[in-house]
């Protein structure tokens, strides 16, 4: 008995190792091959065995279920935690690219908080308020501990200290101690367990830092209560007692947690592009049966069912008008305000906004496979997703924290022996201060919230971002790949005129043949010629042996004559003769920018269609833009030299190529890739997926087909060149903000840790409380969030 096995959890080699030893262990299985790029085991088995004593031969850390479970596992997890998030985690750091958890809890290697995933049928704010809110009740505890050892250690200050005449400073220093025990082990515990984490696994960050500088300070309290006469006087009071830090230890807790809470309180504000689209989709839809209306959960809706949409209503779900018209808010998801005029035949998308009008629609995608809910699922892959420039950072933090543990033992020695007396108070003090104020959570924190942010913006403006290395390489790009048809142009072609030039074939007969070849056809243009032949009523003939030609045409057997429908270069390919008098006819059309495909019934032209495709209003204004920014501007396309001529001379594009198949965009995207330029290819066919998946950066237009969007890392909802524009001010100013965000980090840590350390102290007698250096280091993160989130209110148009 052979199964295959979906493993999640699996980062490394050792880990694929370690499960596979596992595995192999278990009672009644005979083999067992882990493979670590698929995420799957290969298990043969004596007789079956339970999925929960895999799960329990594997632990915590890993999860194992059978291919197609998982979507239902979810399902199920998701119920059980209606409007509670996804029950999916990852780290806000990104430390383990898209790694993801089954629990809430800390990150393995750098300790932050996992965050909750959210999906389309969660439309509440729970997700992001529960961790804020348990970090809260926590912080207030803290608070309520902290604040009277603060104050008992700060009266040390009054002259006659009024607390002295009540109790004797060691019952005040025993009382100090009590009343930091729940601050230490239970409202901030989490430090020092995530502290021990990271020494454990030796992924050093700045829980480590944390919980040696107030666990020292803490442990040293501790002891000199328990144990005054062992340690010198330079620890003592004028009493006798051994100087306490609990104040200290408590308030540099009491302030990281509030650090962790204000990232928390930030960090819900980087998804609210994500919440605002959650709140698209209606909760209700009107189901019509027979001609009956009834309202129905938008749980409850199929594909195929008729829906009614009524004025001002949400539109539930993807589907087609089926009767009636209207006009559309989809600046939801366009980011494009003027409403939108639909009518039979036209596509609606779930959370667009209706008009003053009712209609019927069909729907047709229905719960996660809606536009909506796609937008919403790559908004949150892309957040999760590392940009390149996040590996400095990643670097930089690698080193970092050995090296601050270095500067503080060295701290230490200095002061210890060169430093003033009492020079071991000093040197504790000042060794713990590096330790706390050089937290690398800023550094950390500079790439992800920016890049969640960027998405968030895009996805709100009608540019959706497969991930944040997209965002980084879009800023870059020298040349942009086009095609015409759908992207320079509406993609919707009409008929403008057809032509008999056989006098055996009437022009009756010639749409009868192009409309039965074409309606096997998925291309625009055969679209076009179907639907122009269903208005004149046109009754369609068998047709045997279809064959569809990439970039050229279709060809098939009608009524026992070999029919071919294409442009020049298949007639050519054929060898077709074509009269002087067609060519000159259909040259003219070409040169107005038109599409004329040829119709040879027996090797013999019999007549054409001259096909019109409207340019985009915006196409002409964004290729300047794009052209002003120093980007090189190409043309692609399929279409024969004279059409492509005419679009290119009416959008100034000085560089294009006609009649040009798949493999030649591929080719031409390769060929310039070897040059050293840094290609984007736009597109919205089949035949642009393979130039979209091998250029640097590929983006698809929303308005065209799935293999395209599929293929690309930017898609762009509107299937507007505009949109392009818009990606790439949009990656400018993410960039910018990142790199303002690494220099705030850097610049801080660099400034902050030689103050800590006393660099000031022989100069001007400054030193930096470790309680300050508590405060700073918090808010450092808080900074580099806040500066994340101006993103949010950038025009990127």
């Known amino acids: 008995m052979k199964h295959t096995y979906k493993i999640t959890g699996m980062t490394c080699n050792g880990c694929r190792a ?38 329990k031969a594997l ?192 308030v540099i807790l009491t302030l990281v947690l509030l650090g962790q809470l204000l990232e928390a309180k930030a960090h819900s504000k980087t998804n609210s592009a994500v919440k605002e689209l959650l709140k698209l989709a209606p909760n209700k839809a009107i189901r019509v049966v027979d001609g009956e209306e009834r309202e129905i959960s938008i749980n409850d809706i199929k594909k195929g069912d008729l829906l009614r949409v009524k004025p001002g209503d949400k539109i539930p779900v993807d589907g087609i008008i089926t009767e009636g018209e ?44 809606t536009l909506l809910s796609q937008i919403v699922k790559m908004v949150n892959n892309a957040s999760k997703s590392k940009a390149p420039i996040q590996k400095l950072a990643d670097k930089i933090s690698g ?68 991930n944040a290395e997209a965002i980084e390489n879009l800023n870059k790009i020298d040349v942009l790949i086009i095609d015409k048809t759908g992207t320079i142009t509406e993609g919707k072609p009409s008929v403008e005129m057809l032509k008999s030039v056989n006098k055996d074939f009437d022009e009756l007969k010639v749409i009868q043949y192009i409309v039965s070849l074409n309606k096997l056809s998925e291309h625009p243009i055969a679209e076009a010629t179907v639907k122009y032949g269903k208005e004149k009523g046109i009754k369609t003939l068998e047709v045997k042996n279809f064959n569809s030609i990439t970039g050229k045409g279709v060809s098939g057997i009608i009524e026992g004559k070999k029919v071919i429908l294409g442009n020049e270069k298949l007639i050519e390919d054929s060898k077709i003769s074509i009269s002087e008098d067609v060519k000159k006819a259909i040259s003219k059309q070409q040169k107005l920018g038109k599409t004329v495909p040829m119709l040879a019934v027996d090797d013999t032209i019999v007549g054409y269609v001259v096909i019109a495709d409207k340019i985009k209003e915006s196409s002409k204004k964004a290729i300047s ?25 009416e959008m100034g594009l000085s560089h294009f190529k006609s009649e040009i198949l798949p493999e030649g965009k591929l080719h ?23 130039a979209l998946a091998k250029s640097d950066i ?78 700073a280091m918090s808010f450092s993160s808080v900074s580099v969030i806040t500066n994340a989130l101006r993103l949010k209110n950038i025009i990127i148009d």
């Not at 190409?634 to 001529?645: H, Q």
């Open 625 to 649: 833009k794009l052209q002003e920014k120093g980007i090189e501007v190409i043309m692609l396309t399929g279409d024969n030299n004279d059409t492509a001529k005419a679009v290119a001379i």
């Open 399 to 466: 080193y970092f924290v050995p090296i601050v543990v270095a500067i503080s033992i060295i701290t230490f020695i200095i002061w210890k022996f060169l430093g003033p007396e009492p020079s071991n108070v000093y040197a504790l003090v000042n060794a713990i201060a590096v330790l706390i104020i050089a937290c690398p959570c800023a550094l950390g924190l500079a790439t992800p919230i920016s890049v969640m942010v960027g998405v968030g913006k895009g996805a709100k403006s009608g540019v959706l971002i497969k």
């Open 326 to 369: 209207s006009s559309v808010d989809e600046s939801m998801i366009t980011g494009e305000p003027v409403p939108v005029s639909k009518r039979i035949d036209d596509k609606v998308h779930a959370g667009t906004i209706n008009g003053k009008q009712s209609f019927l629609m069909e729907a047709e995608n229905v719960g996660e496979d």
């Open 18 to 55: 370690h499960v596979e030893n596992a595995l192999n262990k278990i009672e009644g299985v005979v083999n067992a091959q882990v493979d670590l790029e698929k995420a799957e085991a290969f298990i043969e088995m004596e007789k079956h065995i339970t999925i929960e004593r895999f799960q």
């Open 59 to 250: 632990g915590n850390h890993y999860g194992i279920h059978l291919p197609g479970e998982e979507k239902k596992k979810h399902s199920l997890h998701k119920k059980e935690k209606q409007g509670e998030g996804t029950g999916v985690f990852y780290c806000p750091m990104r430390c383990e690219g898209d790694k993801t958890y089954d629990k809430p809890g800390d990150c393995p290697v750098c300790g932050m908080d996992l965050v909750e995933e959210v999906n389309s049928s969660d439309n509440d704010d729970s997700a992001y308020s529960k961790p804020y809110k348990k970090l809260l009740k926590k912080f207030w505890i803290s608070v309520a501990f902290t604040l009277p050892i603060f104050l008992i250690a700060m009266s040390e200050m009054i002259p006659n200290n009024p607390l002295y005449n009540i109790l004797d400073l060691k019952y005040w220093n025993w009382i100090q101690f009590v009343l930091s025990l729940p601050v230490v082990f239970y409202t901030t515990w989490m430090f020092f367990e995530r502290a021990y984490k990271s020494i454990k696994t030796w992924n050093l960050n700045m829980f480590t830092l944390i919980g040696m500088g107030a666990g020292v300070a803490w442990l040293f309290s501790v002891f000199g209560l328990l144990f005054p006469e062992i340690l010198p006087n330079q620890f003592k009071t004028e009493s006798g007692t051994v100087h306490v830090y609990f104040e200290a230890a408590t």
């Open 668 to 690: 031409e995207v390769e060929k310039l890739q070897k040059a050293g330029k840094l290609v984007a290819m736009a597109g919205d066919g089949i035949n642009d997926a393979p």
């Open 698 to 775: 590929g983006i698809a237009m929303g308005t065209g087909t799935d293999v395209a969007i599929e293929s690309a890392q930017i898609t762009l909802v509107k299937g507007d060149l505009h949109g392009i524009v818009k990606a790439h001010n949009l990656s400018e100013k993410v960039m910018k903000n990142i790199k303002q965000n690494l220099f705030f980090a850097l610049f801080y840590n660099s400034i902050g840790v030689p103050i800590a350390a006393g660099i000031l102290f022989p100069f001007f007698g400054i030193l930096l409380s470790p309680m300050i250096a508590a405060a």
